[in-house]
């Protein structure tokens, strides 16, 4: 699959304790820590939201561009892992967004999702040298 004209708006790293969006058009990401409360008991748990925390992260033109390649070539060509962990730990979704259109991949329950293939411990790399990256 190949995606004419290489189009992008945002990108975006989820996990289940941050939201990274990285938007085309600006120098700066928002970083959004998720803050956990209570676990309800089921499978896979689920959780109640306390609070969020926001904050920027200033990424160079190049820095994107690595992004969106790394992301990109995550979701066009998909690693298919033999990685597993316990108790739904290490998930990770990487976005491409483009106006209407998104395409994604997600790894779950792969522990350190930075583990997956090169382009993810890339990516992660990249991330966690501007801001701290939750682990699971």
Not at 43 to 54: F, G, L, Q, R
Not at 79 to 100: C, H, P, S, W
């Amino acid at each position: 699959m190949k995606i004419r004209n290489d189009p992008w708006e945002k990108l975006q790293v989820n996990t289940d304790f941050q939201k990274i969006t990285i938007d085309r058009h600006s120098d700066s990401a928002e970083v959004v820590n998720i803050i956990w409360n209570k676990e309800i008991y089921n499978i896979p748990p689920k959780y109640i939201v306390a609070d969020t925390v926001t904050t920027k992260i200033y990424l160079s033109r190049i820095e994107k561009d690595s992004l969106k390649n790394w992301i990109r070539s995550s979701i066009l060509n998909p690693q298919f892992t033999d990685l597993y962990a316990t108790d739904y730990v290490g998930n990770v979704e990487l976005k491409y967004i483009d106006r209407g259109t998104t395409l994604s991949c997600t790894y779950n329950s792969v522990g350190a999702w930075d583990k997956v293939s090169q382009n993810t411990k890339k990516i992660y790399n990249l991330l966690s040298s501007k801001t701290k990256l939750s682990r699971p």
